[in-house]
């Protein structure tokens, strides 16, 4: 009796699982085809070049439907982000429109190629997922536990921790002043100052907060932890540049929710997503916050300010530019693989042979784009973009290789060998996820750096009695 009983809770669980599963589905496919009545009520009067047709809302919400079918968490988030940041991308089309015509583009074709790059990414990731034998869980992972201390408690801890006040330091007395501080808009100089020799490490940066939080799990949350944090966010946001502090918040979500699941403290799906998405509440109004101040617009209230000129979404809007008057090869001095691979390789070591690492870096997409339009800043237009202008719709075979090496980088979170594997698989699956508002060459510069702190790691990671 009590047997038929726990078989019948258990399938009305299960149907119960499988009807939300079906009304968020529907929810956000209402949501989707609302989109153009949303931006009208937003911006009034919109062009209808920018809005979103029958044909891209229906791929759209097949994207969706698709991240149904991914187990891994994190490579369901992994599309889930880069879909909403078509969204955002229009906002930026639309917000730029208003300042200047020529930004009053026709988003159809290059987004209904954006979706098919997307398309093919969840069907690799969902492919690797199910020929990827599933390991059993098991309740603690004691080569990972007891690796703790390599990261806490050893010279190499403490000298990542240290970093950070070390790299502000050499940089103030480079330049003399804090530019975030300046109470002034300092955009078009921020790539001109010589913030010092350490500048290029700045990267490192990223594992200092990694190793925090570890500490933090350790010894709690104390006055000194607090007064770190608030430190470490006013460095790595020093000069007004925002992507080490996005690899660094969006590296927490898999590393907190790691550590918890490993000392059995499971969430429900709904505290998770709350989660999850808490953490992306935060760095939006603190990447806001950030943007308002290094263009001297604090005062006007943020609401306004982003829809004026929204700051997210521009790399969607430059591709879309992009997409509809460019064809592959018409950018000249652009080279993917040249960039890409220079960018991985240690300037030095290209100096013996006498090539110039800069010179090779500057064939990647920001510099091309910049040189092509005349301008004075990179032109950042994403993964999708560059490999579409290097190999044209070839390119989408790309996205086969990212999801290849997204499956292998969330299967290594899920079961971690040591902490220090951990830390490098977290950092490298934010790089992946920003990907689609970056270029290439930085992705691979950054995986040199990671390469450099594994060094570090080695020589320094003997503990402290």
Known sequence: MNRSLEIKDTSAQSLLKSNIWILKFIFVC????????????????????????????????????????????????????????????????????????????????GSIYYFTNILVLT????????????????EFNYPFINSERKVTNTIFTYIVLIFPLIFIISSYLSVGFIPLLLGQNFVDYMYEYNYG?????????????????????????????????????????????????????????????NINGQFGKPRSSFKQSLYIYGIFI???????LINAIREGNISQTPIAYYLEKIPFGGEFRDYIFSFNNFKTGQIPGYNYELSSIASFI??????????????????????????????????????????????????????VFVGFLTSKVTNAIAYPKSYFSLFQNCILYSLIIMLIVGQSDVFFGCLSLMFYAWILF????????
């Open 282 to 288: 935060v760095l939006f109004f603190f990447y806001m």
């Open 346 to 399: 240690n300037s030095s070591l290209l100096e013996v042979f006498g090539i110039s690492k800069h010179n090779i870096v500057e064939m990647g997409s920001a510099y091309s784009w910049m040189r092509f339009y005349d301008l004075e800043f990179g032109v950042r237009t994403g993964v999708i973009c560059e490999l579409y202008f290097a190999y044209g719709y070839w390119g989408l075979l790309g996205m």
């Open 30 to 109: 209402i949501l989707i085809f609302l989109s153009n009545d949303i931006l009208t009520f937003l911006y009034g009067d919109v062009s209808i070049l920018v809005k979103s047709t029958f044909d891209l809302n229906l791929l759209i919400c097949f994207c969706f439907l698709l991240t149904y079918f991914i187990k891994n968490k994190f490579n369901k988030l992994l599309i889930r982000a880069w879909i909403i940041f078509f969204y955002l991308g229009i906002f930026s089309i639309i917000s730029t429109s208003k300042l200047d015509n020529i930004f009053e583009m026709d988003l159809h074709d």
């Open 197 to 257: 020799v350490l500048y290029g490490f700045k990267f490192i940066c990223v594992y200092s907060i990694l190793i925090l939080i570890v500490k933090i799990r350790v010894t709690n949350v104390n006055l000194w932890s607090l007064i770190y944090i608030f430190l470490f966010l006013l460095i790595v946001s020093f000069d007004g540049k925002r992507f080490v502090l996005l690899v660094c918040l969006i590296s927490l979500i898999p590393l907190i929710d």
């Open 123 to 138: 069907c690799t990731l969902i492919f690797f997922e199910r020929v990827k034998k599933q390991r059993k869980s098991i």
């Open 458 to 465: 080695k020589l320094f990671s003997f503990e402290i009695d």
